[in-house]
């Protein structure tokens, strides 16, 4: 049994719609704060991750350097992190006053639909690369996520 190819596509864009929608409501319940400490913690995985590449492509070619750096690319998204995230505890506690609460939950609808664009963008860049799916979602071209993927694409060795 084959499915039509345009039914396939309407329900991944369905799917895909009500993902961002979902995101979206999750950030407005969330606030801003919640989802940028989000955002944070996914972009330092994502630089912590290019460095230990960088660190296990070091170690098995030989290379100090590449070993060293991808070392150092660690150690300081660790610590940037680290200080982010009680800058971002302070705002938390700041962020529960009456009328910034308001303002807080309004830009974090706002943060969780940039949180799901950047994941569905991500999940179609690299699901060709894994698993042979190609999709078109509506992220297609997502200027933001295209930077972001290229410095991280950047820190990993071909």
Do not use: C, W
Not at 11 to 29: H, M, P, R, T
Not at 67 to 78: F, N, Q
Not at 90 to 111: Q, Y
């Amino acid at each position: 049994m084959s499915m039509n190819p345009d039914l396939i596509g309407l329900l991944a864009s369905i799917g895909e719609l009500l993902f961002i929608v979902l995101y979206a409501k999750k950030g407005q319940k969330q606030g801003f704060v919640k989802e940028l400490g989000s955002l944070l913690a996914m972009l330092a995985a994502a630089l912590s991750l290019a460095g230990i590449l960088r660190v296990y492509t070091g170690f098995h070619a030989g290379s100090i350097a590449g070993t060293a750096s991808g070392i150092a690319l660690v150690a300081v998204v660790a610590f940037v992190y680290s200080i982010l995230r009680l800058f971002l505890i302070s705002a938390g506690l700041i962020s529960k006053l009456p009328v910034i609460h308001l303002l807080d939950s309004i830009l974090g609808l706002a943060a969780g639909l940039v949180e799901s664009l950047l994941i569905l963008y991500i999940a179609e860049t690299l699901l060709p690369f894994f698993f042979g799916i190609h999709l078109e979602l509506i992220t297609k071209g997502l200027p933001a996520a295209a930077g972001l993927l290229r410095i991280l694409a950047a820190g990993i060795p071909q």
